[in-house]
């Protein structure tokens, strides 16, 4: 009966060496520590294929565009962008021709609200926007404001405005295949101040678009993450 019970004891003893209690820490586990996130996680490059698809099939208007970007702990996107935009336009009511081509830029940043790694995200973002742009106007037939019976040809080359602009975007980004990725954004764009011509206003700004207080915009970007 001795060695029966002294062999239990030895099994117990055993047991509790083997398996600690609940909610106890063994002085035998061993604590692994979850490295630190990386601050910079790379860097990318794109173009904006709406508005090139818009210069090459001769739109009114349309624009070459690229971007970098840095990303920073997987959540904070700092942007650049950076492109060249034109116009030709000819007024449909009346004999009017406008044309525009200049370059512009906008930085800003760009906020991940995904968690998931799945190659996925969703952005909220802002922009600053800028150009300085050179524009052509002309009316074959304007109305003289005294002589309301005649017509006077106005042409203007050479007229020069600056733009100024915030952008706040939404976008979706997915990845294609490896470094690919393909996004998509809507821009609401308040303009914020103008130094226009005395001679008249630009019917479009490189980099905003349609001129006025307000407008929308989006893009389509073929992004490589490097």
């Not at 007024?91 to 930085?107: D, L, N, V, W």
Request: charged share 20%; with cysteine; hydrophobic share 40%.
């Amino acid at each position: 009966m001795a060695r029966i019970l002294r062999y239990i004891f030895i099994a117990a003893i055993s047991f509790t060496l083997c398996f600690p209690a609940q909610g106890k820490t063994s002085k035998y586990r061993v604590e692994v520590e979850m490295p630190p996130a990386k601050l910079l996680n790379g860097f990318g490059v794109g173009v904006d294929l709406v508005g090139a698809g818009m210069w090459l099939t001769g739109a009114r208007f349309g624009s070459l565009e690229a971007m970098a970007r840095l990303n920073l702990l997987e959540k904070y996107f700092p942007v650049f962008e950076l492109g060249i935009g034109k116009c030709d336009r000819e007024g449909e009511e009346q004999q009017t021709k406008f044309h525009a081509q200049s370059p512009y830029f906008r930085i800003g940043l760009d906020y991940c609200l995904t968690q998931k790694r799945n190659g996925n995200r969703l952005f909220l973002g802002a922009r600053y926007g800028f150009t300085s742009q050179t524009y052509d106007y002309s009316n074959e037939a304007f109305q003289d404001p005294i002589y309301e019976a005649s017509t006077t040809p106005l042409h203007f080359e050479g007229l020069r405005g600056k733009t100024h602009w915030l952008e706040l975007c939404v976008g979706i980004e997915t990845r294609l295949w490896s470094i690919v990725r393909l996004g998509f954004s809507i821009r609401f764009k308040p303009r914020l101040s103008t130094d226009y011509s005395e001679h008249g206003e630009p019917w479009y700004v490189p980099g905003f678009g349609k001129n006025g207080i307000t407008t929308w915009g989006g893009s389509v970007n073929l992004m490589f993450d490097l």
